[in-house]
């Protein structure tokens, strides 16, 4: 009878804990995992045409931020290593702020690999926010500010590319009242700006509102 007593005792115990570790998940201290890659898995799927020296210039860091169920959430991006300090001042307005992302996870993941290879038409279908991608840009043969570790796309659902009847991704429209949208005024936009980085908002051949990039001095 005791043995049973002391079993029951324990697997309550067990229970409340677990209780209360779901509670404090998607918090601060305990954010939801987006993304945990080591660096070589990060590679994966990459055009095989990439530069060594591009490969290493890159630097995989963690980001937190508020994503659309309310909770934090805690992803990765690729991006060059004179950059990094950009990014983790940016996401950190943008936490402070409740800004929703969406997620962001490197385009190795298999749910952005497309006949063996990272694929930024499906990364923007799920809204996802990406960095370094080697690939050339929309619609051009030469290489995208991606392509270098030097660019960003955030929200690309809510913050698309429009040249004439091209959105993409496709489907998508630009509305100002959506959060997660990215506008002139916005504190998200305007830390870009300060820190030197162009906005594809500003483009007055195109729009690319998801888009930020800086060339490092």
């Not at 990060?42 to 909770?71: M, T």
């Not at 489907?171 to 594809?200: K, N, Q």
Request: proline share 5%.
């Amino acid at each position: 009878m005791r043995t049973a007593l002391a079993l029951i005792f324990i697997l309550t115990i067990f229970a409340r804990l677990k209780v209360l570790a779901d509670i404090e998940t998607g918090t601060l201290e305990r954010p939801i995992i987006d993304s945990a890659m080591s660096l070589d898995e990060a590679f994966r799927h990459l055009d095989a045409g990439c530069p060594e020296n591009i490969k290493a210039a890159q630097s995989l860091i963690d980001v937190r931020y508020y994503s659309f169920d309310g909770f934090v959430h805690q992803g990765q991006g690729m991006i060059d290593k004179r950059l990094t300090g950009d990014i983790k001042e940016v996401f950190a307005v943008a936490l402070a702020r409740g800004f929703p992302i969406s997620s962001v996870i490197p385009l190795a993941d298999t749910r952005f690999v497309a006949n063996g290879r990272s694929s930024d038409d499906l990364s923007m279908a799920a809204n996802n926010t990406s960095a370094f991608n080697y690939r050339r840009v929309t619609g051009e043969t030469k290489l995208s500010t991606h392509a270098l570790g030097m660019a960003i796309d955030i929200n690309p659902k809510l913050n698309p590319y429009i040249r004439g009847n091209t959105v993409l991704p496709p489907a998508s429209t630009y509305d100002t009242t959506r959060e997660g949208t990215l506008y002139e005024t916005h504190p998200v936009t305007r830390t870009f700006l300060r820190l030197g980085w162009t906005w594809g908002g500003h483009w007055e051949s195109l729009k690319d509102y998801q888009h930020f990039e800086k060339e490092p001095a």
